[in-house]
């Protein structure tokens, strides 16, 4: 199957070509970076509110671009949030979830499937350069790799910075209390090859950077697509000497202030090749914080709870979008928004049809983007895995089920009959049920799950090989 995709895709990156796809470049097709931090809270930044935590860089990405108040990921943990990000579609639909393992493990046999489009895949095909730079989590064998779902180049991690821990280093959380690099075995890899184990996670962002604006430069006469996903703040946490006890944070506050350097160094690279007006660069996130660990974990800000829920804070985003001249600087959007919507944006940015033999559950953000019009997303559905949670609807979202985010002691998942509704125009932090004053939006929203519902097809699970 995937060499059948993969011959496919040459014919068309062929076809595109014979129609004169230069045509195309000379109109200048937009570039596209995507930026993706791990585990970082909607209020972990200063232009979305943390007091302490300094970035100059990302306050300015956010006063010369958009920024998003009301984006989400697709799930409030890594490997299906990442998978929904690359496909466009819910993760239940291509088994990029499980009930039972949340995410891939370096035991894991399985990965994004063969059958399955990426945007980078769709990129490739119709001419662009692709990289992808830092955690990747949607499979470490070598049909799953980067190299092997569109991308030409890859370098970093397979999975969490967390995975691999060696049995003779501090028991339970210590280890990350104190981190040292010795302590987890995670490989570095380029392309399909390990080069460097255990990565040397304190100078992996500084690398990390170094090879996205390489990659700038190198593509900079052509289109191109780079993913970036940095390995952090997931824990343990690492920065590079430069700015260690920089902070007022602390560790944390060291770590984000690195990445936030990073986003510096990419949109100065590309302010300095005079690519800035011809790329579209978004900043967002996979899933909230991981409360549990404390001062090491990050805030979801007002909203509540974070990394392994459905609420808000689980799955609300803190998120930037840039691209000078064809973003009013300065501007905000209140649109509900996802990270599947990459996917729709992507494609009709480069004037790449959308494939038509799939659902997907991506909209064009352009609109938005350009302050032509709104979004065309009118509902946003919370998955838990397999289990639908809750519902969004305007401001109105109505929780089928709730459960509390990932630590020692969580609950199992409460159902709520009736369900409970909250307005998020009103009330962000979820702290005030108003659903026996408003039964007909309930039963507006259950519709919307009925109908969502319908036509649903999940895959079978992917992580659980």
Wanted: glycine share 8%; with cysteine.
């Amino acid at each position: 199957m995937r060499l059948l995709r993969t011959v496919f895709f040459a014919f068309l990156g062929l076809a595109a070509t014979r129609l004169d796809v230069h045509a195309a470049d000379d109109a200048r097709r937009p570039n596209f970076v995507v930026i993706f931090c791990d585990d970082l809270g909607y209020g972990d930044l200063a232009c979305f509110g943390h007091p302490t935590i300094a970035t100059p860089n990302l306050d300015r990405m956010a006063a010369e671009g958009m920024k998003f108040t009301q984006f989400y990921s697709a799930a409030p943990v890594c490997t299906p949030s990442r998978a929904a990000l690359m496909t466009g579609r819910l993760p239940l639909r291509n088994g990029m979830c499980s009930n039972k393992r949340r995410v891939l493990f370096p035991d894991s046999k399985g990965g994004i499937p063969a059958a399955e489009i990426t945007i980078a895949e769709a990129l490739k095909a119709s001419g662009y350069a692709t990289a992808c730079v830092g955690k990747w989590h949607l499979g470490h064998l070598p049909q799953y790799l980067p190299t092997s779902n569109g991308f030409d180049h890859y370098f970093g991690i397979p999975y969490s910075n967390d995975m691999d821990r060696v049995n003779d280093g501090p028991k339970g959380r210590e280890a990350f209390w104190n981190p040292e690099v010795r302590y987890w075995n995670v490989p570095l890899m380029r392309n399909e090859e390990i080069v460097e184990r255990p990565a040397d996670q304190t100078t992996i962002t500084r690398r990390y950077t170094e090879e996205a604006t390489k990659f700038i430069r190198d593509n900079k006469d052509s289109p191109f697509f780079l993913y970036l996903p940095h390995s952090m703040p997931h824990v343990p946490l690492f920065r590079s000497p430069e700015f260690a006890d920089t902070s007022r944070r602390g560790l944390f506050g060291d770590v984000i202030e690195e990445i936030d350097g990073s986003v510096g160094q990419v949109l100065e690279t590309l302010r300095e090749l005079q690519l800035d007006d011809n790329t579209l660069v978004f900043f967002t996130s996979d899933n909230g914080p991981w409360l549990i660990f404390d001062e090491q974990g990050g805030s979801a800000g007002l909203l509540r709870d974070g990394k392994g829920s459905t609420w808000e804070g689980g799955m609300r985003e803190p998120t930037l979008a840039w691209w000078p001249g064809q973003i009013r600087p300065g501007s905000v959007s209140r649109d509900v928004a996802s990270t599947m919507d990459i996917f729709a944006t992507l494609h009709a940015l480069a004037g790449i049809d959308l494939p038509a033999d799939r659902v997907l559950d991506s909209h064009d953000l352009t609109p938005v983007l350009q302050g032509t019009g709104p979004s065309s997303r009118e509902a946003l559905f919370y998955y838990r895995a397999y289990q639908l949670m809750a519902v969004r609807r305007g401001p109105w979202k109505v929780h089928l089920m709730t459960q509390d985010a990932y630590g020692p002691g969580s609950r199992e998942p409460q159902k709520h009959d009736p369900p409970l509704l909250f307005n998020l125009d009103h009330d962000p932090g979820e702290k005030l049920n108003v659903a026996d004053k408003n039964s007909a939006v309930i039963q507006m929203l259950l519709a919307e799950i009925a109908a969502h519902q319908a036509t649903l097809v999940p895959a079978a699970s992917e992580l659980e090989f």
